[in-house]
């Protein structure tokens, strides 16, 4: 872990890795062979949308996000996403 120490974005790094190490890696990733419809495709723990840039969730996007099978999503942004985080959190029984 200390190679992450100085590293840009630890926390989106961290958890690949560890998947990519473990017994876990063969199911790390979707990929059927000819098909390709965008990186969110590919990733089989991390829910995220990405068009021209990684968009940023918020309370409107609840459902989706409830109804994905992810383990993880990204990106949060505490200005636009701090409704949803909360609701998450709530859900969850964090707060």
């Not at 969110?40 to 940023?56: D, G, H, P, R």
Request: aromatic share 16%; net charge neutral.
């Amino acid at each position: 872990m200390k190679y992450f120490r100085f590293s840009f974005v630890p926390e989106e790094m961290v958890i690949p890795t560890i998947i990519f190490n473990s017994p876990y890696k063969a199911n790390a990733t979707i990929y059927k062979k000819g098909v390709y419809d965008g990186l969110k495709s590919l990733s089989a723990v991390t829910y995220f949308n990405y068009n021209k840039e990684i968009q940023v969730f918020s309370e409107k996007d609840y459902e989706e996000l409830k109804e994905s099978d992810k383990m993880f999503a990204r990106k949060f942004a505490s200005d636009i996403s701090e409704t949803l985080m909360n609701k998450l959190d709530k859900e969850h029984g964090v707060i």
